[in-house]
């Protein structure tokens, strides 16, 4: 194992790194198998066989389907607290184009977002956590099936997961390529956005195209209201405001026939907002203009707006509390507290409107290959590992100390 190329330090990471290959070998080996949202059945099996030999206090399985979550009760729970963590095990519906030995041997299916690394970071937490103890309360580890698009979260919520296990806060981190390795950033507020899919269909008269004249051109209509949307955030959205409206698909008609106008077409998109207010104002002009714009044409359009993930909204006691945690592993230099937050969506955010809690960014570095996520060429940098176990168990052992002696 190569020397990390980071500094870091106390307890918990100096213990944790003396396990770093193992961690690196779980890793590696579930990036080999990946599986997308609730079919996460390998991974399931090798999650549980790694807590087994952590000598957690419970295991358990079926939460949301393919969930599991686990628990280490510290050397007291005088206490009562209980503190959750949670990694996100799914995959992506993605080919894979690296070329080293532990890549996907899966077809079309590839760890292109890290969550193999989440899923290893959690289990080295777990490790050490159940080889210290040194806390008083209850930790509460959950392995959280589809999260890209399958709202896992949610569905282990609506399983009873905190009813089972009422945590007081939870927190979540993710791999920032963006960021170098040996870095955290997180904000007391949006981390990320809410994602919205939008779907219009537009119905018209189909008709030849030489004679147009007598047709309801939806290709027409849907050219307008491609670019009209872009007119919503821009004119109806403060500018100290964020939101996005991007309409990515369009299919109308058969390209093999080129004379030929269609009588319908569906455009297809996503709306990301941080604030319900914003995401209420985009969602009734998008409506409204759509519906005019059809209307001027002689056509009709039918908008299909539908709430996929919240934004990720941290609560800021606990972000400030996260902060500190990391700041006293890698110091204040590399621990960035007012991180900008990003488009992108996280269920993770199901979560935060439940319970207090925070979600950070663990730096890693964009590799050799650019590293992007979502990305053909993406992998897990396994340097971070160590460093990610220790922050999950960082944020145990701080937020349930154990009494002074």
Same mark, same amino acid.
């Given at each position: 194992?190569?020397?990390?190329?980071?500094?870091?330090?106390?307890?918990?990471?100096?213990?944790?790194?003396?396990?770093?290959?193992?961690?690196?070998?779980?890793?590696?080996?579930?990036?080999?198998?990946?599986?997308?949202?609730?079919?996460?059945?390998?991974?399931?099996?090798?999650?549980?066989?790694?807590?087994?030999?952590?000598?957690?206090?419970?295991?358990?399985?079926?939460?949301?389907?393919?969930?599991?979550?686990?628990?280490?009760?510290?050397?007291?729970?005088?206490?009562?607290?209980?503190?959750?963590?949670?990694?996100?095990?799914?995959?992506?519906?993605?080919?894979?184009?690296?070329?080293?030995?532990?890549?996907?041997?899966?077809?079309?299916?590839?760890?292109?977002?890290?969550?193999?690394?989440?899923?290893?970071?959690?289990?080295?937490?777990?490790?050490?956590?159940?080889?210290?103890?040194?806390?008083?309360?209850?930790?509460?580890?959950?392995?959280?099936?589809?999260?890209?698009?399958?709202?896992?979260?949610?569905?282990?919520?609506?399983?009873?997961?905190?009813?089972?296990? @009422?945590?007081?806060?939870?927190?979540?981190?993710?791999?920032?390529?963006?960021?170098?390795?040996?870095?955290?950033?997180?904000?007391?507020?949006?981390?990320?956005?809410?994602?919205?899919?939008?779907?219009?269909?537009?119905?018209?008269?189909?008709?030849?195209?030489?004679?147009?004249?007598?047709?309801?051109?939806?290709?027409?209509?849907?050219?307008?209201?491609?670019?009209?949307?872009?007119?919503?955030?821009?004119?109806?959205?403060?500018?100290?405001?964020?939101?996005?409206?991007?309409?990515?698909?369009?299919?109308?008609?058969?390209?093999?026939?080129?004379?030929?106008? @269609?009588?319908?077409?569906?455009?297809?998109?996503?709306?990301?907002?941080?604030?319900?207010?914003?995401?209420?104002?985009?969602?009734?002009?998008?409506?409204?203009?759509?519906?005019?714009?059809?209307?001027?044409?002689?056509?009709?359009?039918?908008?299909?707006?539908?709430?996929?993930? @919240?934004?990720?909204?941290?609560?800021?006691?606990?972000?400030?509390?996260?902060?500190?945690?990391?700041?006293?592993?890698?110091?204040?230099?590399?621990?960035?507290?007012?991180?900008? @937050?990003?488009?992108?969506?996280?269920?993770?955010?199901?979560?935060?409107?439940?319970?207090?809690?925070?979600?950070?960014?663990?730096?890693?570095?964009?590799?050799?290959?650019?590293?992007?996520?979502?990305?053909?060429?993406?992998?897990?940098?396994?340097?971070?590992?160590?460093?990610?176990?220790?922050?999950?168990?960082?944020?145990?052992?701080?937020?349930?100390?154990?009494?002074?002696?």
């Amino acid at each position: 194992m190569q020397p990390l190329r980071y500094k870091a330090g106390g307890r918990a990471f100096a213990h944790i790194a003396h396990y770093h290959p193992e961690l690196t070998a779980l890793r590696r080996d579930l990036h080999a198998h990946p599986e997308l949202g609730f079919e996460e059945v390998y991974t399931g099996s090798r999650v549980k066989e790694a807590l087994k030999a952590c000598g957690v206090d419970e295991i358990h399985d079926g939460i949301g389907r393919t969930g599991i979550v686990a628990v280490v009760r510290g050397r007291s729970t005088a206490s009562g607290s209980m503190v959750g963590l949670r990694a996100d095990m799914d995959a992506l519906p993605l080919a894979e184009h690296n070329d080293f030995t532990w890549k996907s041997c899966k077809q079309g299916l590839m760890h292109g977002c890290g969550h193999d690394g989440h899923t290893a970071m959690l289990v080295g937490a777990a490790r050490y956590l159940a080889e210290t103890r040194n806390f008083d309360g209850t930790a509460v580890l959950i392995f959280q099936p589809g999260e890209e698009g399958f709202a896992g979260a949610r569905v282990m919520m609506e399983d009873g997961l905190f009813d089972r296990f @009422p945590v007081q806060s939870v927190y979540a981190m993710h791999n920032w390529p963006a960021m170098k390795p040996g870095t955290v950033g997180l904000n007391p507020g949006a981390m990320m956005a809410a994602a919205d899919r939008v779907t219009i269909e537009i119905t018209g008269r189909g008709g030849h195209g030489a004679h147009a004249y007598q047709t309801v051109d939806v290709v027409l209509v849907a050219a307008h209201i491609i670019t009209a949307a872009q007119s919503i955030v821009a004119r109806n959205v403060r500018p100290i405001e964020s939101a996005v409206v991007s309409l990515c698909a369009v299919q109308a008609g058969d390209l093999g026939a080129f004379s030929v106008l @269609p009588g319908s077409a569906t455009l297809v998109g996503t709306v990301r907002t941080f604030d319900p207010q914003v995401q209420e104002t985009v969602e009734r002009r998008l409506k409204e203009m759509c519906n005019a714009i059809a209307l001027g044409f002689g056509a009709t359009a039918t908008v299909h707006y539908e709430r996929i993930y @919240p934004a990720t909204i941290n609560s800021e006691s606990e972000a400030l509390f996260a902060g500190d945690v990391a700041e006293a592993i890698v110091g204040s230099d590399h621990v960035v507290r007012d991180l900008e @937050p990003s488009m992108g969506a996280e269920d993770f955010a199901f979560m935060l409107q439940t319970k207090p809690g925070a979600y950070l960014r663990i730096g890693q570095g964009m590799g050799a290959s650019g590293g992007a996520l979502h990305n053909s060429r993406y992998d897990f940098n396994d340097d971070i590992l160590p460093l990610g176990s220790a922050l999950h168990a960082s944020l145990i052992e701080q937020s349930m100390p154990l009494p002074a002696l």
